[in-house]
T-cell receptor, first 111, second 114 residues
Framework: GQQLNQSPQSMFIQEGEDVSMNCTSSSIFNTWLWYKQDPGEGPVLLIALYKAGELTSNGRLTAQFGITRKDSFLNISASIPSDVGIYFCAGQIDSGSRLTFGEGTQLTVNP | DTGVSQDPRHKITKRGQNVTFRCDPISEHNRLYWYRQTLGQGPEFLTY????????KSRLLSDRFSAERPKGSFSTLEIQRTEQGDSAMYLC????????????FGQGTRLTVV
C-alpha cells in the first residue's frame, strides 16, 4: 500500500494565486520526484530532488527535499488555468528502484 | 516522438479473457517499470526490469500477471483470466541513469473488464 501522505487532497484557487502542497513519509527516501497528471494521460515529471535540503526550481515551480529525507513540498507561483491537474509526489529509496507515490493533490484554478 | 510509447491506449475485454499490453521505452533506457493506477489513487508499482532481467515484482502481481522484456528493449504485460478488479490504468515508465532516479511515463493503457 501507499506509504506517502500527500496534502491537501484538493485545492480550489483563483488564477494568479500561489499554491503549496506537501508530502510526508514514515520512511526515508533518497530521491523525491514531483509529477503532474492530466485526465487519461500518464504522469509527467516536473521536478526531481536528489539531496536532503535541496531546493530546485523549474519555471514557476519550486520544490524542496526535506532535511529529514521524510518530506518534500512543491510550490506553484502565480497559478494559471493550465496548472489544473493532479500533482503526485513520489519517493525512491535507491536510484532506479521502484517509486512510491502519494495519493495526489487535485488542483483546480478558477480563471 | 521519442517518449515512452504504450499500446493499446484503451482495451475493453470480457471477464475471463487474456489481454496483453506493450511498452516501448525511451531509446537507451535500461530500466523499465510497470505500474497500475486506479481511479483517485496514485500509481502502484508492479514490476521492473533492468535490461532483460526482471529485478523486482510486487505482491500486487498475482500469478495471473506476467511481464517480459525479452531483448531488453520493449516489454509486454499479460493478464490471464481477467477479473473486473483488474480494470485500471496500466502505466509503463523507463529510466536511464543508475545514479539518477528520473522515470518517464507513457500515456498508459486503460483496461476495462466487463
Amino acid at each position: 500500500g501507499q506509504q506517502l501522505n500527500q496534502s491537501p487532497q484538493s485545492m480550489f484557487i483563483q488564477e494568479g494565486e500561489d499554491v503549496s502542497m506537501n508530502c510526508t513519509s514514515s520512511s526515508i527516501f533518497n530521491t523525491w520526484l514531483w509529477y503532474k497528471q492530466d485526465p487519461g494521460e500518464g504522469p509527467v515529471l516536473l521536478i526531481a530532488l536528489y539531496k536532503a535540503g535541496e531546493l530546485t526550481s523549474n519555471g514557476r515551480l519550486t520544490a524542496q527535499f526535506g532535511i529529514t529525507r521524510k518530506d518534500s513540498f512543491l510550490n506553484i507561483s502565480a497559478s494559471i488555468p493550465s496548472d489544473v491537474g493532479i500533482y503526485f509526489c513520489a519517493g525512491q529509496i535507491d536510484s532506479g528502484s521502484r517509486l512510491t507515490f502519494g495519493e495526489g493533490t487535485q488542483l483546480t484554478v478558477n480563471p | 516522438d521519442t517518449g515512452v510509447s504504450q499500446d493499446p491506449r484503451h482495451k475493453i475485454t470480457k471477464r475471463g479473457q487474456n489481454v496483453t499490453f506493450r511498452c516501448d521505452p525511451i531509446s537507451e533506457h535500461n530500466r523499465l517499470y510497470w505500474y497500475r493506477q486506479t481511479l483517485g489513487q496514485g500509481p502502484e508499482f508492479l514490476t521492473y526490469f533492468q535490461n532483460e532481467a526482471q529485478l523486482e515484482k510486487s505482491r500486487l502481481l498475482s500469478d495471473r500477471f506476467s511481464a517480459e522484456r525479452p531483448k531488453g528493449s520493449f516489454s509486454t504485460l499479460e493478464i490471464q483470466r481477467t477479473e473486473q478488479g483488474d480494470s485500471a490504468m496500466y502505466l509503463c515508465a523507463s529510466s536511464k541513469h543508475r545514479d539518477r532516479g528520473e522515470a518517464f511515463f507513457g500515456q498508459g493503457t486503460r483496461l476495462t473488464v466487463v
